[in-house]
């Protein structure tokens, strides 16, 4: 049974950072993309980043661009958020995904996305 688990979470003062990560259980035979998604309350899950199945290509929502990197483990398929320079505004429940494909240009849709975790949460005060 494959399960996606993230950690990480917590809550932190503006400025500060926090690095999720995402570990998936059970055994997998190839790696896809893998994302991460955020819901704040009231609002829908949008995409924050993702990460190609070889490590070797990322891409990150405009708003957290340079401040947010995404990163993989491959060995230990785990995937990693490290956040820094944090802003109320990051403020949201965080989801790490997998894909069964490659996304070339669709990393941003998460109906694109198969597994997902449960959620962690982010909270940044101001």
């Known amino acids: 049974q494959v399960q996606m688990v993230e950690s990480g979470g917590g809550l932190v003062q503006a400025g500060g950072s926090l690095r999720l990560s995402c570990a998936t259980s059970g055994r997998s035979d190839s790696y896809y993309t893998m994302g991460w998604f955020r819901q704040a309350p009231g609002k829908e899950r949008d995409f924050v980043a993702a990460v190609s199945g070889r490590a070797n290509s990322t891409n990150y929502a405009d708003s957290v661009k340079g401040r947010f990197t995404i990163s993989r483990d491959i060995a230990k398929n785990m995937m990693y958020l490290q956040m820094n320079s944090l802003k109320p505004e990051d403020t949201a429940v965080y989801f790490c995904?997998?894909?069964?494909?490659?996304?070339?240009?669709?990393?941003?849709?998460?109906?694109?996305?198969?597994?997902w975790g449960q959620g962690t949460q982010v909270t940044v005060s101001s």
């Open positions: 995904a997998t894909s069964s494909f490659t996304l070339v240009t669709a990393y941003a849709d998460p109906k694109r996305y198969t597994r």
